[in-house]
Nanobody, 125 residues
């Protein structure tokens, strides 16, 4: 299983970015997908997650209303659309996948077996 995160970069506060997570080596439609981030000197934190069907979606309070998670099972790709970015959103963003993950566990990093390499998002003030 491989997860390839991309789309990070440098953006000014208030700007937007869309992250992608391309998955291979798995039956993507069976996997719940999550996005997590880790800022320098801080612990990894949950950002957003979507169930295998797309029927359950969760967001961290800090990004609710600004970020949107989605998936395209035909393209084996999950997305994180980020708008109204703030300097505090600066972090390495990781995507994660797990088969059969129940909805109540989607926001827990330890529930995921597979992780991408991360993509850096830097928001300047």
């Amino acid at each position: 299983v491989q997860l390839q995160a991309s789309g990070g970069g440098l953006v000014q506060a208030g700007g937007s970015l869309r992250l992608s997570c391309a998955a291979s080596g798995l039956t993507f439609s069976r996997y719940g997908m999550g996005w997590f981030r880790q800022a320098p000197g801080k612990e990894r934190e949950f950002v957003a997650a979507i169930s295998w069907s797309g029927g359950s979606i969760y967001y961290a309070d800090s990004v609710k209303g600004r970020f949107t998670i989605s998936r395209d099972n035909a393209k084996n790709t999950a997305y994180l659309q980020m708008t109204s970015l703030k300097p505090e959103d600066t972090a390495v963003y990781y995507c994660a996948a797990d088969v059969g993950i129940i909805s109540s566990r989607l926001s827990y990093g330890d529930a995921y077996d597979y992780w991408g390499q991360g993509t850096l998002v830097t928001v300047s003030s």
